[in-house]
């Protein structure tokens, strides 16, 4: 059942989400019941896992989990995903002026634009026989557990109203963000954890927090942002000589002015507000032991290259701060979160924003990322996980085939920012692997084939968490909105 429909008539929605009974803390009950084998799901269905669905979910999901591997800038598809012969038979040729007349670009000027070729050499892998280029040898391996899409398209060309597209449903501010609505539908399986937990590397993404926001939703639904290593919230550990005795006395003080205030003026976020508080008190027990490494085995910290050199010819945005080290760091992360039960883990690297320089930065990026997404991949299979946890990895859009010609720089060693076609894959949660999805045309200009947009993803994936997105809605300011607005479809082809 859908958490509107359990309203009765005489509550208002306010109260029902700031209730001990019906609002969050139903759904940790609902939780720890299921985690004890005394709650099943409504109708009797159970997930991969073996855990009843969340009584308010839709329908039995075939994903608990997601990890969404966000590669801020984006990446060129042309050079990783959607080989593209005839536009290396025509490299260096402008595009017809039809073609151009009523596109924006953010750099390219159109008046001198000419079509830039790939050199990469291209292979098929898996019994499937997916491409990939010579710059993803490890993930192609994985080829049969893949859903490669090759006709995304986005509505936005620029960064960060890119970024608030793939992450909210809408370019706008102040909306939830993907995994706020996946916690509001279902709540979180994690006791001491935050259910949405956003890791970083690199330069940090031009959306910054407006990427891991709850927007108008209550603010225990945002992201929380991890750091790499030490106590992974600031301020986690208590100071010097403050006993867990007396900060528990506080927090239950706390807790009686806060209630006594909620019930005086009923703000939901004084409830979440003292929420945070009881998390935060759990986390200083569960986080330090989530960040300690030391339980791995030296093959699994190997495998995802936790302690790997640098790449000896290290260049680019993507060289930032040792970020090949983090980045293996928050791969390895993010499965012990979703062992733990944390319902949306997203991983952000910002270093694909290649205007220039395409053939020194982007073989480097894909360096850092290639080892540990494949470990991650391999690993979670290995623990029986994928079948419950959904990967994702994309990008707010991709990459022209026109090369970058912006004034004052050397011309055409980059690509500019392409949302008509680009490419984004899944893995786990109940996709359905080993197959390609769409098709851009013959210079990956546009789609060709059974086009996608951004709000389709979304809706499909919230199919796969048992989530109807029509109705998993919030009333905010007079209007029921969603994830994906007012679009969106399920695409069934992607479906085990």
Known sequence: MHPQTAISLAQTRRTWLTSSACGPGAVALASMLQDDGLLQAADGATSPGGVGAL?????????RNCIFLFQAGAPSHLDLFDPKPRLNELDGQPLPKEMLEKVRFAFIQKEAAVLLGSPRRWS????????????LPQLASCADDLLMIRSLHSDQFNHHPGQLLLSCGRASFGLPTLGSWLNYGLGSESRNLPGYVVLTSGRGSSGGTSLWSSGFLPSHFAGV???NQGDPVLNLSNPDGIPPEQQQRTLRTLERLNRSRF????DPEINSRIASYELAFRMQMAAPELMQLSGETEATLQAYGIDRPQHPQATGRGNVANAHLTYARNCLLARRLVERGVRFVNLIYEAWDQHSDLEKDLPYNCWVVDQPITALLRDLKQRGLLESTLVVWGAEFGRTPLGENRRGRAANTGRDHHPASFSLWMAGGGIKGGQTYGASDELGWGVAENPVHINDFHATLLHLFGLNHLQLTHRWQGRDFRLTDVGGQVIQPWLQ
């Open 225 to 227: 942002l991890f750091r």
């Open 263 to 266: 019930e005086q003026v009923q």
């Open 55 to 63: 009584p308010w979910s839709h329908f039995a999901p075939k994903a």
């Open 124 to 135: 098929r892998h898996g019994a499937c026989g997916m491409d990939f280029s010579d710059y």
